[in-house]
């Protein structure tokens, strides 16, 4: 998929710490509005209504200004999730430099400070990360799906998987937590065990988060697996519309598996802080975002059962 053009704007706020329902808990921060990489099964399309914008997902982006955070250590020891709905290094943080400004501005703070990327720009900032890893419990991760760069430039602008997984690995060697976040999991194309293989010496987690179909773009996907993949139409038809978690059921079952066989733990619904022996990456089951949402990260999800 290539870069569109994008409609740049400005836009103040009172602040750019916002409280978060995301599994994680704690606060989400975004020093954009809207997201260059226009991925196709984006959830945070949601927010277009909120932003005044006529324009497609993925066509515009607004340039947040915010009152400095002079007080930093009020977040000590808090959750702060940087990009849950944008990404902050995404092609024109090169130009603004919001999120750059932000984490000078947390630095200090002692917080937990996860910063979440399909972007290889954040090495750009390593010297700072190195610094900031000093004083909070600091984690990069990125998103990384598929190993398949056609599949990729079907779904998303961002960069290459292959950049990702570079940026990846010199962000680990540099002492840093890192997350493979095997997100969104497309039943039939998402090979988890490739990516496992393919990430588990250069990083400390493996999320593991689900395809959740819903709004505007639900029928953009399923459009696109009929026309891609047909033969996987009625597995997505089964589980998208019928509502059958037989498939997920069964992928938890073969992470856990994986996990075991691999000397590596495997838990649900939170996020253990320590660095873990160089490939053995403790394995987070994330499946069924709303069975985790608003849970804070406790290791106990509102388990739901099959329909």
């Not at 009020?74 to 943080?93: C, F, H, M, R, S």
Request: charge should be neutral.
């Amino acid at each position: 998929m290539e870069q569109q053009e994008i409609k740049v704007g400005f836009v103040q706020t009172k602040s750019v710490m916002t409280k978060s329902n995301t599994p994680l808990g704690g606060y989400s921060v975004n020093t954009y509005v809207g997201c260059p990489h226009a991925c196709r099964y984006c959830y945070a399309s949601f927010m277009k209504r909120f932003t005044g914008h006529t324009e497609d997902w993925g066509t515009f982006m607004d340039v947040k200004e915010w009152p400095a955070i002079t007080n930093p250590g009020k977040y000590a020891g808090q959750k702060i999730v940087v990009g849950t709905v944008t990404d902050g290094y995404n092609p024109l943080e090169a130009q603004y430099g919001k999120t750059r400004l932000l984490l000078e501005q947390l630095k200090d703070s002692g917080a937990d400070i996860l910063i979440c990327t399909k972007s290889d720009l954040v090495l750009r900032d390593l010297d700072l990360l190195r610094e900031m890893n000093r004083k909070n419990r600091l984690t990069v991760s990125w998103s990384v799906n598929t190993l398949d760069e056609e599949f990729k430039n079907d779904m998303d602008a961002a960069v290459s998987i292959e950049r990702r997984l570079a940026a990846m690995k010199e962000v680990y060697d540099a002492g840093i937590r890192t997350v493979c976040f095997i997100s969104p999991v497309f039943p039939g194309l998402t090979d988890i065990e490739a990516i496992f293989e393919k990430a588990r010496n250069q990083c400390d987690l493996i999320w593991l988060e689900n395809l959740n179909l819903r709004g505007g773009f639900k029928a953009g996907i399923m459009a696109y697996i009929a026309e891609k993949h047909p033969d996987l139409l009625p597995l997505y038809e089964e589980i998208y519309n019928r509502r059958n978690r037989s498939y997920f059921e069964e992928l938890e079952k073969k992470a856990e598996q994986m996990a075991k066989a691999n000397q590596c733990r495997f838990v649900d619904n939170e996020t253990p802080y320590e660095r873990v022996p160089q490939g053995h990456p403790t394995i987070v089951d994330y499946f069924y975002h709303e069975e985790v949402r608003g849970t804070g990260n406790s290791g106990v999800r509102n388990r739901k059962t099959a329909e």
